[in-house]
């Protein structure tokens, strides 16, 4: 699965392009581009996050992999099926995801982990293409309330028509959207997410799927 249009090379934002020529002469061995979604192109569950984190997937070009939200999503994902290793350690490393899909609702890093509204529109063209290609009875977890209304776009629906909740359930015309909190240090160490909460996220989407 390709995203329509989608490159390594995008430059459509030219704040985030900006802030990614910088990163990079800060940082000359991170991948420091867009990156792209990771994991099987015919994958039932789609795992959608924010954005590449400035010393994870921006460093890795990998999502998730090389900062602490990952640490805590790979071990579930290893746990409940999902993937052939609880650690992912670089974008070249012999992980596998098993019938999932990890991409991000904004593909560049962004200043202060924070895009601007602007920045997630220009990008949901591509999460709309990555959605639009999944198999029915598909799932979707979304990682936080801005990837929650990053997905909903992308799907043309009402945001109003869905309000976010941890481990809330969302039916759609061929599928399933859970929400789930973001697997983020500050999310986990003030113990709004336990571990706990995040594996029955999965155990739940595992189930519905076997």
Do not use: W
């Not at 309000?163 to 359930?169: D, I, N």
């Amino acid at each position: 699965m390709k995203a329509s249009g989608f490159s390594v090379d995008c430059v459509r934002c030219e704040r985030l392009a900006q802030f990614l020529a910088e990163v990079r002469v800060q940082h000359p061995g991170y991948f420091s581009k867009p990156v792209p979604a990771f994991g099987d192109d015919n994958a039932q569950l789609c795992i959608v996050g924010l954005a590449p984190g400035k010393h994870g997937a921006n460093a890795t070009g990998r999502p998730f992999t090389g900062d602490h939200a990952g640490i805590l999503l790979y071990e579930t994902l290893f746990k409940t099926g999902f993937a052939s290793s609880a650690q992912s350690r670089s974008a070249d490393d012999d992980l596998i995801l098993i019938n999932c899909r990890i991409t991000n609702a904004v593909k560049c890093l962004p200043p202060d982990n924070k895009p601007i509204a602007a920045e997630i529109n220009q990008c949901n063209v591509f999460l709309a293409h990555e959605l639009s290609a999944l198999p029915d009875n598909f799932i979707i977890i979304a990682l936080g309330g801005l990837a929650h209304k990053a997905v909903l776009k992308a799907l043309g629906l009402k945001l109003s028509h869905y309000k976010f909740g941890h481990g809330a359930e969302h039916q759609l015309d061929n599928g399933l959207l859970i929400d789930c909190y973001h697997c983020s240090r500050y999310n986990t160490q003030t113990k709004r997410l336990t571990t706990p909460m995040f594996e029955a996220v999965f155990e739940r989407a595992q189930e519905i799927l076997t």
